[in-house]
């Protein structure tokens, strides 16, 4: 019947529609690369790693 989605790890904020649309642009081109769909949850996780690099490398 009905199925429900998992829920996200994450808190679930409002967004201006220019950073939904950014971040949304990015989904798309990393699942291309990736060649799957991926979460919004991978997503967040791949953002706060690269974050992380980018802070430790400096």
Do not use: A
Not at 28 to 33: D, H, T, Y
């Amino acid at each position: 019947m009905y199925e429900s989605k998992p829920r996200s790890r994450y808190k679930t904020i409002p967004l201006k529609i220019e950073t939904y649309l950014h971040l949304k642009q990015e989904k798309l081109r990393l699942e291309e690369n990736f060649g799957r769909k991926l979460s919004w949850d991978e997503l967040i996780e791949m953002l706060i790693e690269f974050k992380d690099m980018i802070i430790n490398d400096k």
